[in-house]
């Protein structure tokens, strides 16, 4: 039987604990290692993924400030060599080669190993013009992370190495020098308590844009990532990872801004539609800008040791409080602060900062606003991470950033939220037509910064090869190793095609814009707060009868193969969208036959959806339990020391992905398509609605969409608090 012969480790890297020896050589004048202490991170990536297999690899890091980052591998007498410019490159090196040959597909959903006995022949060379691999949005420490231990942790750090990546974002970690900074400004453990936002909704907190919601923050939560990051920090360094760590961009707590009515600090406008607390911005040319930032460093690095790059993001999506008349003088004068203050604090570092408000605010940062704010700053000592290539065209709108490095990138993921969606060719011809663009400008950089992780593992695994490839493979070649790969080396054609379909039906688009449907989030329909506007709805993204045609032959392939192989894990993917795609349109009909006191047909569909809801809750449980709300919660519970502090945490874990916060738009922005949700909170909601619309279709009456709406609210907030 096909995909017998082969083996998947669930999360977890394998890690046989098995030695490896130290290779003994002389060091010549060109300054290169062979499996030395100099490689010794590098071998045991290699080594937690494939065990002892890894003493059979030698490796050489040679290192060449005139050359781009490169590799060179090559099968001799049952032996690997890999040489390369530094330690990412390494680890790249051996899983391209670990994939190529089929022996070893490395994903969020688990590693499938299938080593064979003797390493087949192979050379192959590799190298990017980019310095820069990134990774890691800012709210991904919000939707993805912060129930995360070291183990998860360690593993996703070898995730990154052996997909090549060197410019992880690291986040996690800094209340506990928030803390220790404003505590010498003077403001109490009670003040903090009342600024601190709760660990699901740092990310906004770091950034400005809300104070305390859903907190508060607990010390144990502070303490436990502070130890943490060091992990976290140590090991990306070893791997030569250049993690991107936080600065101060201007924001103050409240209590400081009462305590220093001297200074001069604009309370903000509510962030995202209202119902948060105003935040506090320290303007830049005030004397305390420059003093708390570079305190701020001086801490950070005393508990986490030097950095090179700080990410300081001072309007991420607040417009900036600047007078008409002196607008781009006083923006000059806040870019000039950032960078002075880091600058100070940590000479040579390079300040980071996101370009979303570039294309989230067009309107506020025109070209010229634009290029005063960053007119102060040294080319060379400023990133602009524009990771938002599917959805914005900013470097070509704002001029490559007037001189500025920069990286260009994806965020595919909004949110966590996870339909199944992304679009290969498109990443293919933009990276063709970067590389050759005549005013591309000093980009240095490439990736995907995604707001949540776990989730279309192929399209992060395509955008990471394209760094090294820069478009020249054809994906149909590059589909097939992946395959072998993925499923084992004796795939069927069926497969392939298949996966074509998939391609051509929901990998062919690059923004899912249906999670955000007339100012309403949600993935899809069924996972919006319900309401009856719904008629006027338009249709999903991608092509629905083909991706029929590749689940009804995925449905027959996987009946070849193992159990566990991850042919159950795609068709389960590909079903839960697919029927999900469907409950849409049924919902849309469902909703115009009780409007139209069709009772009957509504009835048939509402049974319909309802069958179709609670059958893709357990297609979700039996092929992919960690999707789960049950495994969600389970994880925040868990991370509590105390029952008071696991059940803070279960609170966040259940508001965010749901309610969210606030009063404006965002409620159902982090929607996941898990199982327990479409059973436990997206069907009960629309059945409440369903509900009552038949009723006053019934009784003809006015149906009352804002109270029913209403009712529903209040039901979403009793979930959230339920145990």
Request: charged residues 25%.
């Amino acid at each position: 039987m096909k995909g017998k012969n082969f083996k998947i480790t669930s999360r977890n890297f394998i890690n046989k604990g098995a030695p490896f020896f130290i290779m003994l050589f002389f060091i010549t004048s060109v300054g290169y290692c062979k499996s030395d202490e100099k490689t010794k991170s590098s071998l045991a990536v290699i080594e937690r993924l494939i065990g002892s297999r890894a003493n059979e690899f030698d490796l050489e890091v040679i290192k060449d400030p005139s050359k781009s980052n490169w590799f060179e591998v090559e099968t001799t007498n049952n032996r690997v060599k890999i040489t390369a410019s530094d330690h990412t490159a390494i680890c790249y090196a051996a899983y391209n080669f670990l994939r190529d040959i089929g022996a070893v597909l490395v994903s969020w959903e688990g590693n499938r190993i299938n080593l064979p006995q003797k390493w087949p022949s192979y050379s192959k060379k590799g190298t990017t013009p980019f310095k820069y691999r990134e990774y890691l949005n800012a709210c991904t420490f919000g939707y993805t992370t912060p129930w995360w231990d070291w183990k998860r942790w360690e593993q996703e750090i070898d995730w990154m190495a052996v997909h090549g990546i060197n410019l992880p974002t690291a986040m996690e970690g800094q209340e506990a020098v928030w803390q220790r900074l404003w505590k010498e400004y003077g403001l109490t453990d009670s003040q903090l308590q009342t600024h601190f936002a709760g660990p699901a909704f740092l990310p906004w907190q770091r950034m400005g844009n809300i104070n305390s919601l859903e907190g508060p923050l607990p010390q144990e939560f502070i303490s436990k990532k502070e130890d943490l990051q060091k992990k976290i920090l140590e090991r990306m360094r070893t791997l030569e990872m250049h993690p991107v760590v936080p600065a101060f961009s201007g924001y103050v707590p409240k209590a400081f801004a009462e305590k220093h009515p001297e200074a001069k600090i604009s309370e903000l406008k509510s962030w995202s539609g209202g119902g948060f607390e105003s935040t506090f911005l320290l303007d830049s040319k005030d004397p305390l800008f420059k003093e708390i930032g570079k305190r701020f460093i001086e801490i950070y690095t005393k508990v986490y040791g030097k950095s090179d790059f700080y990410l300081a993001d001072s309007f991420n999506e607040i417009t900036p409080p600047v007078s008409e008349q002196n607008k781009y003088e006083e923006l000059s004068n806040y870019g000039s602060a950032i960078f002075e203050t880091i600058n100070e604090a940590s000479p040579g570092a390079v300040w980071v900062m996101q370009g979303w408000l570039f294309g989230d605010n067009k309107e506020f940062w025109t070209k010229e606003a634009t290029s005063a704010f960053l007119s102060k700053v040294p080319n060379d000592r400023l990133m602009i991470q524009d990771y938002a290539n599917d959805r914005y065209k900013v470097w070509e709108n704002q001029e490559a950033f007037y001189g500025k490095q920069w990286t260009y990138g994806y965020v595919h993921n909004y949110g966590g939220s996870n339909p199944v969606y992304g679009d290969l060719n498109f990443y293919k011809n933009e990276i063709t037509t970067l590389l050759q663009h005549p005013n591309k400008g000093n980009v240095v950089g490439y990736g995907a910064m995604p707001e949540g992780l776990n989730n279309n593992s192929v399209v992060y695994e395509y955008i990471y090869d394209l760094a090294w490839s820069q478009g020249e493979q054809p994906i149909n070649d590059w589909l097939t190793k992946y395959l072998h790969a993925r499923y084992g080396q004796n795939t069927g054609a069926s497969a392939f095609k298949a996966w074509e379909l998939l391609l051509e039906s929901v990998y062919s688009t690059k923004y899912w814009e249906t999670r955000w449907w007339k100012d309403r989030a949600g993935a899809y329909l069924f996972f919006k707060r319900p309401t009856a506007s719904i008629t006027e709805f338009k249709g999903n993204p991608g092509d629905k009868k083909k991706l029929k045609e590749a689940l009804d032959l995925l449905n027959e392939e996987a009946k070849k193969y193992d159990k566990k192989n991850f042919i159950h894990y795609d068709l389960a993917d590909a079903s839960r969208h697919y029927y999900s795609l469907c409950i849409d349109e049924d919902l849309v009909e469902c909703v115009k036959a009780y409007q139209q006191k069709d009772i009957a047909k509504g009835d048939k569909l509402f049974k319909k959806i309802e069958k179709q809801a609670l059958d893709i809750d357990k297609i979700i449980l039996s092929a992919q339990p960690l999707n789960s709300l049950d495994y969600w919660v389970k994880s925040a519970s868990e991370y509590g020391s105390s029952p008071a502090d696991s059940q803070l945490y279960v609170k966040n874990a259940k508001t965010l992905i749901t309610l969210w916060g606030g009063e404006g738009h965002l409620n159902d922005y982090a929607s996941r398509s898990w199982s327990g949700m479409y059973k436990g909170f997206y069907w009960p909601r629309w059945k409440m609605f369903l509900e009552a619309l038949k009723k006053a279709a019934i009784n003809k009456t006015e149906f009352n969409e804002t109270k029913e709406r209403e009712l529903i609210k209040n039901w979403e907030i009793n979930w959230t608090e339920n145990k």
